[in-house]
């Protein structure tokens, strides 16, 4: 792994140094590095012209088990494909060209990274990433004709960095080529979505509907991604469709969309197919089917089978089938006899590899599942999940999703479906069965107990440069945030702090018009924002601190045009709360808005221990004890929380929970600790708690 410490500055320097001496020592001899995108995107175009991969031929390891025709392999090994969906990182806009200015969409790459990070370090070895989904952004259409003509260079781009960060951490991904979304024909129009100017459904219909607008999809915007990529050992397969049902007579009724036929997806299916396995032929080709009626007909109509494929297009298209099925349950709308959760693999009689593409990524145990479900019970842990996946024949399961959903159907407890309540149960998949799981050995170093910093570079950036922390807080009580920071660029830079809420009744930006905060060149000072200053950006009456509970993402903006580079550090409210401290790898802000292509941010590793939390108690944790193993706590209040033990020198030894909590009683798994006294802190949107804890 990438070592992101200054090598210019020795750790055991900082350690001896005071801290005026360390922050003199961290940035006198600082080095801006950017990479040059443009000459990455010339050779990739190049490539690309050439009908040439980048990756050696042998470099493609998946393949359908010769020993076993319903298994998948990885370099000849049969393996279980343990995952989650990302599915996107900005929906829709990973690829291509849009914003207010039509800039070329770049795919952070710090992001991408803590993604695939966090992921193994959990155990797990797939993801599902969206590609263009409802072809808002790309591939380029023509207006007159409506076909489509090619695609940006930033989407070749970013499927080179999502590809070869997964390769890094031992990782291989499913990209989904489309979706239903598609055929909504007026969610994404430029009069409902600022910045979605390309959106076109009646491309979008053609290209499903007409074999000539479908040829012209295939030859411009998916063979020359197959072409560059079919030999990266990251791919896992090329996913047609996500849950094309849902823009299907007879079945996608109340998707939002405009129906069209299964015959014609079907068609496109199979042309698509049929194009990849001839320009690749060792490349699997799969679909994310919306539930096991549409994919088997023990429960329903296996509509892809390749019988049904072939005749779609009058058996003129031979390679157009799919290698493995990808199949998606979610309790509120699959009965028990469609469930992949009640029937082994072997029940669908499908004859291929079958892949659990999509369930809740959190236990779904909560009474109102079985509310909805017509006296079944529909039931089940996460952990249990995985488990029935793996011992019953599935090829994989990647739960849905790893930057948060809560969906309102299973209850109104705040819980959250993400990488933090699946991760125990991806551990404890791999933890049971690591040969089937481990694609290659990954060292990943936490860096626990140390302190970082929020690396921010700006290369030539104009005013009103932004980067984003999308989460949610509730503030409420706070009356001002304030963060570190020090300037080590060579002119002065100013920021504006900018609050977006969440609330579907009252969605806002708010700012710090009034009261910014300027470091100058060489400085190191501490920025300071008081809530009560910051308005709704077109109602200057309108203050944040009516909103405080409804926080859904944090901005810094940069006022003025800045070149060089600034470290962040410690953001947090006078009351306690801490919306980020970036101790946590690659967890940082991200580029946002029309610079943000001039910006890159990352983690920096300062050389120091992180420091040791104060005693307080405004969290009013109760019942807090050890015993097997296990730290136990009553949490007053559900919301965001995490929990730290830190040893008697303040050391973090251990991360014990991150995320969303339900209120009531848990209990924490303490693994790998010495016996002896240590320090919990529990830290979230409802306050702070910090309490000793003896570990026996």
């Not at 070329?104 to 990274?113: C, F, G, H, I, S």
């Not at 369930?359 to 779904?364: K, N």
């Not at 221990?609 to 109760?622: E, G």
Request: charged fraction near 15%; proline fraction near 2%; charge should be negative.
């Amino acid at each position: 792994m990438k070592n992101t410490r200054n090598p210019l500055l020795p750790v055991k320097t900082l350690k001896k140094a005071s801290k005026n001496e360390k922050i003199k020592l961290l940035f006198s001899r600082i080095q801006i590095r950017k990479k040059s995108m443009k000459k990455i995107v010339k050779i990739l175009l190049a490539a690309a012209a050439l009908s040439t991969s980048l990756f050696a031929a042998d470099g493609y390891q998946m393949s359908i088990c010769t020993s076993d025709n319903t298994k998948l392999c990885y370099g000849g090994k049969q393996i279980f494909l343990s995952g989650m969906n990302i599915a996107w990182f900005k929906f829709s806009q990973d690829v291509g060209r849009g914003g207010y200015k039509g800039s070329l969409l770049y795919v952070d790459e710090t992001l991408v990274r803590k993604t695939f990070k966090d992921l193994r370090a959990a155990g797990g070895n797939t993801a599902r990433w969206w590609l263009y989904t409802n072809n808002a952004m790309d591939p380029i259409i023509d207006s007159n004709t409506n076909k489509v003509t090619g695609i940006e260079e930033s989407t070749i781009a970013n499927v080179k960095t999502v590809l070869d960060l997964a390769e890094e951490y031992g990782v291989v991904v499913s990209i989904c080529l489309l979706s239903f979304d598609m055929a909504k024909d007026t969610a994404y129009s430029p009069n409902t979505v600022a910045g979605w100017s390309r959106f076109n459904y009646e491309a979008n219909r053609l290209m499903l509907e007409d074999t000539s607008y479908t040829r012209a999809f295939i030859n411009n915007a998916v063979v020359p991604l197959v072409k560059l990529y079919k030999n990266h050992p990251a791919l896992l397969t090329w996913e047609v469709f996500n849950e094309p049902e849902g823009m299907v007579t007879g079945f996608g009724e109340g998707w939002g969309t405009t129906l069209t036929t299964i015959a014609n997806v079907q068609r496109v299916i199979n042309m698509v197919a049929d194009a990849i396995h001839k320009e690749a032929p060792a490349n699997l080709v799969s679909n994310g089917s919306a539930n096991t009626g549409m994919t088997s007909d023990i429960a329903g109509t296996n509509y892809y089978t390749d019988a049904l494929l072939l005749a779609s297009n009058g058996n003129k298209y031979s390679l157009g089938t799919l290698d493995f099925y990808q199949v998606h349950y979610y309790p509120e709308w699959n009965t028990n006899i469609q469930s992949v959760f009640h029937h082994a693999a072997s029940y669908w009689n499908v004859g291929k590899p079958l892949v659990i593409g999509e369930f809740p990524a959190a236990s779904w145990t909560q009474t109102s599942i079985n509310a909805h479900a017509n006296g079944e019970d529909r039931r089940m842990t996460i952990d249990s999940a995985y488990a029935f996946a793996y011992d019953n024949g599935y090829a994989g399961a990647l739960s849905w999703m790893m930057y948060g959903e809560t969906p309102t159907f299973y209850g109104s407890d705040g819980t959250v479906w993400g990488i933090d309540s699946s991760a125990s149960a991806l551990t404890a998949l791999y933890d049971a069965h690591k040969d089937a799981i481990m694609l290659k050995d990954v060292v990943i170093d936490d860096h626990t107990g140390e302190n970082a910093w929020m690396q921010v570079t700006y290369d030539n950036s104009a005013e009103n440069a932004q980067i984003s922390y999308t989460k949610s807080y509730n503030l409420t009580g706070a009356t001002s945030v304030t963060f570190d920071i020090i300037n080590s660029g060579t002119q002065s830079i100013t920021y504006m702090l900018v609050f977006q809420t969440g609330a579907t009744d009252n969605w806002g930006w708010y700012q710090s018009e009034s009261q910014k905060c300027t470091v100058i060149a060489g400085d190191t000072t501490t920025c300071t924002f008081d809530l009560a200053n910051i308005a709704k950006y077109d109602d200057p009456s309108a203050l944040i601190t009516a909103h405080l509970n409804q926080i859904a993402a944090v901005f810094l903006v940069a006022t003025e045009a800045y070149t060089g580079t600034v470290y962040i550090d410690n953001i947090a409210t006078d009351n306690g709360i801490v919306i980020q401290n970036f101790d946590t790898e690659y967890d940082v802000f991200s580029p946002a808005g029309t610079e943000a292509a001039s910006i890159s941010v990352t983690t920096y590793f300062d050389g120091t221990k992180a420091s040791i939390p104060s005693i307080a108690k405004d969290l009013n944790v109760s019942n807090m004890y050890f015993m097997n193993g296990s730290l136990n706590m009553t949490i007053p209040a559900s919301g965001n929380l995490t929990v730290n033990l830190f040893n008697l020198k303040g050391d973090r030894v251990a991360t014990l929970h991150k995320g969303m909590i339900k209120a009531g009683t848990h209990s924490f798994a303490v693994k790998n600790i010495t016996q002896g006294m240590y320090i919990m802190q529990a830290q979230g949107t409802a306050g702070l708690f910090t309490g000793k804890i003896l570990v026996k």
